[in-house]
C-alpha cells in the first residue's frame, strides 16, 4: 500500500518562502513521475509542478519563475520549494503521482497573508 505524507506547510507573509516535503512509502513505480497538486478554498485541486523520471520539470502558469520542484530518490522524497509566495497560493498542497492515481494523503496547509 502506498502511502504519502505531505508535511513543511504553514503561515508566511507575502513574498516569503516555504519548502514542502513528500515522503513516499510503499512499492510502487510511477512511469509519470511525481507531482505537487494544490487545493485552494471552493476550488477544484490542481496540479502545479510535476518531475518526470528523467529528472525533467514541468511549472503550471501560476506558479513559474517561483516555485521548484525536486526529488531526492535515496529518501523517497519530493519536495517543492516556494518563494515570492502570494496570497493566491493558500492552498492545502498534496503530492501525487501524475495524473494522480494513488491514495491521496492529508496535505499540508500553506497560507500566505500579511
Known amino acids: 500500500q502506498v502511502q504519502l505524507v505531505e508535511s513543511g506547510g504553514g503561515w508566511v507573509q507575502p513574498g516569503g518562502s516555504l519548502r514542502l516535503s513528500c515522503v513516499v512509502s510503499?512499492?510502487?513505480?510511477?512511469?509519470?513521475?511525481m507531482g505537487w497538486y494544490r487545493q485552494a478554498p471552493e476550488k477544484q485541486r490542481q496540479l502545479i509542478a510535476a518531475?518526470?523520471?528523467?529528472?525533467?520539470?514541468v511549472y503550471g502558469a501560476s506558479v513559474k519563475g517561483r516555485f521548484t520542484i525536486s526529488s531526492d530518490n535515496a529518501k523517497n522524497t519530493v519536495y517543492l520549494q516556494m518563494d515570492g509566495l502570494e496570497a493566491d497560493d493558500t492552498a492545502v498542497y498534496y503530492c501525487?503521482?501524475?495524473?494522480?492515481?494513488?491514495?491521496w494523503g492529508q496535505g499540508t496547509q500553506v497560507t500566505v497573508s500579511s
Open positions: 518531475i518526470n523520471n528523467d529528472g525533467s520539470r
Open positions: 501525487n503521482t501524475v495524473p494522480s492515481q494513488t491514495p
Open positions: 510503499g512499492n510502487f513505480f510511477s512511469p509519470n513521475g
